[in-house]
């Protein structure tokens, strides 16, 4: 994955055909060069009718999702392995490049207690399955490092390099987000120098998820760190202004994080994609 693109988040969480129409449609508007798909119920998504808005569009894809608690990977890798499967298959034949996300967990997921190597261990096998799966259908697979009110299971670039590194596939990268980072990283750039050698994904997201370059996120200590390190990977907008009521406890969000479509679209998108021709990433 290589340019900028947006989470459909912008535009729904829903993957059913309305939904996807309105969020293929609303990505091209603002000439995005990729979206990034949510997979909460992959089974049900109709692949081709995304392949073919895809391809009218002219657009390219990547696919995200977090594992229901049924499949967590830390407590239920055989289950994991099979929600994994489905997702990547139909990641697939929607025509996506990679498959990412909190692919090891849920965003709810907190035992009270620091992480075992047991968890790590089922995890690890959990995913190397999935990522010869996912080469097998010529699919990349992310890893994402979320904050530690998501998760007590990878929190940090460190935790994700250590989790790619388990796996040891080719296929496997680290993605990092920046909301997540402002939390959890020691300076944000320490975050993308540590995951350098497999940092392929960016979530630019702001400190209240609303609008980039509203908040609290060090944007040019981000820009300056990709640069540095010759990033060549996607940088994705991720705002979840359009978040449904029903999701809110999914990741805490009580209150609008931005306006519309128009505040986020109009103001943040343009910070980002200034931000990255000043540090030469577009």
């Given amino acids: 994955m290589q340019g900028f693109g947006i989470h459909a988040s912008m535009w729904t969480m829903n993957w059913d055909r309305a939904g996807a129409e ?136 460190e935790q994700a390099v250590a989790l790619v590194e388990r796996i040891g596939m080719d296929n496997v990268f680290v993605h990092l987000d920046t909301f997540h980072m402002n939390i959890e990283e020691k300076g944000a750039a320490n975050g993308i120098l540590v995951a350098r050698d497999h940092l392929k994904y960016m979530h630019l997201s702001e400190s209240d998820r609303g609008t980039p370059g509203a908040g609290n996120v060090p944007w040019d200590s981000i820009f300056a760190a990709l640069s540095a390190i010759g990033f060549k990977g996607a940088l994705t907008l991720e705002s979840f202004v359009s978040m449904p009521p029903e999701l809110a406890g999914d990741i805490s969000t009580w209150r609008p994080v931005a306006r519309d479509e128009d505040e986020v679209m109009g103001n943040g998108l343009s910070f980002l994609r200034n931000k990255a021709a000043q540090y030469h990433l577009a």
């Avoid at 909460?40 to 002219?58: C, I, M, P, Q, Y």
């Avoid at 968890?119 to 904050?147: C, P, S, W």
């Fill in 22 to 157: 309105r969020a293929i449609a609303g990505a091209a508007k603002y000439n995005m060069e990729f979206i990034e798909i949510p997979l909460a119920d992959a089974a049900s998504v109709d692949a081709g009718h995304t392949r073919d808005l895809l391809e009218k569009h002219g657009m390219r894809a990547a696919c995200s999702l977090v594992l229901p608690q049924a499949a967590w990977a830390s407590v239920r890798p055989e289950a994991a392995i099979e929600h994994l499967k489905v997702a990547i298959d139909k990641a697939a034949l929607m025509g996506a490049e990679a498959l990412t996300g909190v692919t090891y967990g849920g965003t709810n997921e907190r035992t009270g207690v620091p992480p075992t190597q047991a968890e790590y261990d089922n995890i690890t096998h959990a995913l190397e399955a999935a990522a010869k799966q996912a080469k097998a259908r010529g699919i990349q697979f992310g890893v994402e490092a979320v904050n530690r009110y998501e998760s007590h299971l990878v929190n940090t670039a």
